[in-house]
């Protein structure tokens, strides 16, 4: 992640980074095999676990098989031809009709021929000694629905990444960006007060509480002051290696892995606590799924996104927030068989999602590139061990994952004067809606302050955030509105933002760069 250079505008900026996924953790040393190996072994130390079981002198990759009837009956076929043509199977998803294997090489090709195969494709391009290790109570989708005690496990809170400028309690101050969506915090009376909706536009705390968000990251401090009353333990996992594991804080980010304090500042622009102290969400009161999808390794693979959107499906949530792109490929292109397999699989769980009740919400990017048009992507893949990234010229059939997939709803960013952020992808009829992202040039001023792991606070600007204030706002729709289905919630936050926002160039109304255009509560 590239540091922002200050401008200088206001009294003494700080250093601001464009947030983004896992930035620093992608950028990769150059050596053969034996450097992933090193880098096994660092995960070994920060991390805790050992990610995966040595091989009998074998390099694996990690496959998605998908059969081609997307329900249980296809997740049992998918399995099959996968033993049948060499594979270990490590995880089925009987939701859409998958599973996740890993082999040697050669099995893309010979899996792709078994009867009852629709797609299959490697989910990462560096090789690793072999499948993740066995986890005790790994794998069920089903777990922490029916128990765990909400205060369980929360004696201390993680670190995160200290290379991130940290700022003082702000105590709910200057809160720029809620006040474009008329959510200015400071009591109840002060926030109807600035509300354009009037003073019943709100909906009270123990509406939000019957409603659960999904934050599918790089982890959240649930032992953060602004949100230990919002994470729900009972509805928060880990995916980060493709199967739910729902052990006591298994959601929770890990030391040593670059921006691991992602989603505890995401989780916060969605819904911190409003209680004067910290910073306050777009939605306080509502219940956060947790869901870690960061890896020891940095990566946010096709397979942790898969298991992510069905966890938070199958446990209730009414959105789903994605500040991320998928790894290892930063976009994802048709006329290649294991790219393509890996869009099926996403598109697959986003639609489980959004027929479970879930508006699936994902941050459109931080290139400055039009999303409708042709560009050049000179980061993929990013897991390599070695060498120069491939320089690639695409087309827009070419899809960022999960943004781009059909009935997401994909945000762009906006800065405190409600224009454009500079670095905002975009692109006509491929946006749903700008938010506020802020500027990582105007210092802490110009950035959207939240929750940091450690009881801190962070400034940070990027479409990230612009994507959690949607989802804080649809989590008040769902409030206001609890038996609309996803299709009608996200046509209200359309509709709300359109009513609001005047035609012109780089305005709120101009449907390149803002969609439907720049969000408001809904009433």
Known sequence: MAQADPSGRGPAPVPVRVAGPAGAARRRGRGPLRVLLAMLLTALVVGGAVPYVAGPGRAYLSYLVLAERADADGAVRAAEATRAAGGQVVQEYPQIGAVLAYAAGGFAEKVRGRPGVVAAGATRTSPVPGPPRSLDGAGDFRAGADGGDSEDGRSGGDGGDDTTVTVPDPGERDAWNLALLGAAPGGAADTASRSPHGPDAAPGADALRKVLVAVLDSGVDDTHPDLRAAVDPKSSASCADGRPDA????????????????????????????????????????????????GPLGQYYAENIVCGMLWAADHGARAINNSYFADPWKYNCPDDPDQAALTAAVGRAVEYARRRGAVVVASAGNDAQDLGAARTDERSPNDRTGGPPQSRSLGPECLRLPGELPGVVTVTAVDRDGRPSAYTNHGRGRVSLAAPGGDPDGGAQGAVVSDWPGARYAALAGTSMAAAHVTGAVAVAAALHPDWDSDRLAALLAATADAACPPGPHACGDHEYAGAGALVLPR
């Open 247 to 294: 052990r006591t804080g298994s959601w929770r980010p890990e030391t040593g892995v670059g921006e691991s304090g992602h989603g505890t500042h995401v989780a916060g622009i969605v819904g911190a606590a409003r209680d004067g102290h910290g910073v306050s969400g777009v939605a306080p009161g509502v219940r956060i799924a947790a869901v870690r999808l960061l």
